[in-house]
């Protein structure tokens, strides 16, 4: 409502996790003028030629999340960014959980592309058996933090580095970014241009942030009441080996879940 007041627009929004349905958006002429998503599908229409350049907004991104595209267009504008880990109910490791025969639930982050890399890795271990034992329910973003979740292991963010020690510690970790992209067939890129230039504006974002369980991934969110470790130079800090970094979207990934795993989400 304060944007519309500032900048005399409207907003009609549509909430979607349906990457068929963010296609059809995105490919429609004219598009929807704006996207909120996760890195890795922006990469993928991306590389489509389906997002227009957002350059003029890319200083305030932090150098370590600009990567690539310092070479050529700046289509995937960062806002937020999280490593997640996977503890029990008390905050005990994940092998205890899985030891533990009266805790039983497992909550996964709500993206097929994880939860499938989950599976994959799980059943490289030889421990994907156990974990089917446990009944698996997904949260979506604004779940991660609620009472609800703490009744069994939860998938959220990486309070502190888990210990080297353990045999399934090991990529129980990710990697995720959340931005903004501007689709190419829009018909407002100066007006979605605007829009991103507020949001990403330090009045916002300091005012924003800590009302999320994100970090920021834009330089300047350096406020004193801001954590050092929500910052975007935090994640030097990280150690980001053994850790899920998804790169592409996979458009196969639910069909994948099912067949593979007799998972439907």
């Given at each position: 409502?304060?944007?519309?007041?500032e900048?005399?627009v409207?907003?009609?929004?549509v909430?979607?996790?349906?990457?068929?349905?963010?296609?059809a958006?995105?490919?429609?002429?004219p598009?929807v003028?704006?996207l909120?998503?996760?890195?890795?599908w922006?990469?993928?229409?991306?590389?489509?030629?389906?997002l227009?350049?957002?350059s003029?907004?890319?200083?305030?991104?932090a150098?370590?999340?600009?990567?690539?595209?310092?070479?050529?267009?700046?289509?995937?504008?960062?806002?937020?960014?999280?490593?997640t880990?996977?503890?029990?109910?008390?905050?005990?490791?994940?092998?205890?959980?899985?030891?533990?025969?009266?805790?039983?639930v497992?909550?996964?982050l709500?993206?097929?592309?994880?939860?499938?890399?989950?599976?994959?890795?799980?059943?490289?271990?030889?421990?994907f058996?156990?974990?089917s034992?446990?009944?698996i329910?997904?949260?979506?973003?604004?779940?991660?933090?609620?009472?609800d979740?703490?009744?069994g292991?939860v998938e959220?963010?990486?309070?502190?580095?888990?210990a080297?020690?353990?045999?399934?510690r090991?990529?129980?970790?990710?990697?995720?970014?959340?931005?903004?992209?501007?689709p190419?067939?829009?018909?407002?890129?100066?007006?979605?241009?605007?829009?991103?230039?507020l949001?990403?504006?330090?009045e916002?974002q300091?005012?924003?942030?800590l009302k999320t369980?994100?970090?920021?991934?834009?330089?300047?969110?350096?406020?004193?009441?801001?954590?050092?470790q929500?910052?975007?130079?935090a994640?030097?800090?990280?150690?980001?080996k053994?850790?899920?970094?998804?790169?592409?979207?996979?458009?196969d990934?639910k069909?994948?879940?099912?067949?593979?795993f007799?998972?439907?989400?």
């Amino acid at each position: 409502m304060k944007i519309e007041s500032e900048l005399h627009v409207r907003f009609s929004v549509v909430v979607t996790r349906d990457w068929d349905s963010i296609l059809a958006h995105v490919v429609s002429s004219p598009g929807v003028d704006l996207l909120f998503l996760p890195s890795f599908w922006a990469r993928t229409l991306g590389s489509q030629h389906l997002l227009a350049d957002v350059s003029s907004l890319k200083s305030r991104v932090a150098s370590d999340f600009i990567g690539d595209s310092a070479k050529g267009d700046f289509q995937f504008l960062p806002f937020y960014w999280m490593k997640t880990s996977i503890v029990g109910p008390l905050n005990e490791p994940f092998d205890q959980f899985l030891q533990n025969k009266k805790e039983n639930v497992l909550f996964l982050l709500a993206d097929e592309d994880l939860i499938l890399r989950h599976f994959q890795i799980w059943k490289e271990q030889g421990i994907f058996e156990s974990i089917s034992q446990k009944k698996i329910l997904t949260l979506q973003l604004d779940q991660i933090l609620t009472e609800d979740a703490r009744l069994g292991a939860v998938e959220g963010p990486l309070l502190q580095e888990p210990a080297k020690s353990g045999p399934h510690r090991a990529l129980l970790n990710a990697l995720l970014i959340w931005g903004a992209a501007i689709p190419a067939s829009s018909s407002q890129k100066a007006l979605a241009l605007d829009v991103l230039d507020l949001l990403t504006s330090v009045e916002y974002q300091q005012r924003d942030l800590l009302k999320t369980p994100f970090n920021s991934a834009l330089s300047a969110v350096n406020a004193n009441q801001i954590p050092l470790q929500r910052r975007a130079e935090a994640v030097r800090n990280l150690q980001l080996k053994d850790t899920i970094i998804l790169e592409r979207k996979n458009k196969d990934a639910k069909t994948q879940l099912r067949n593979d795993f007799n998972f439907i989400l």
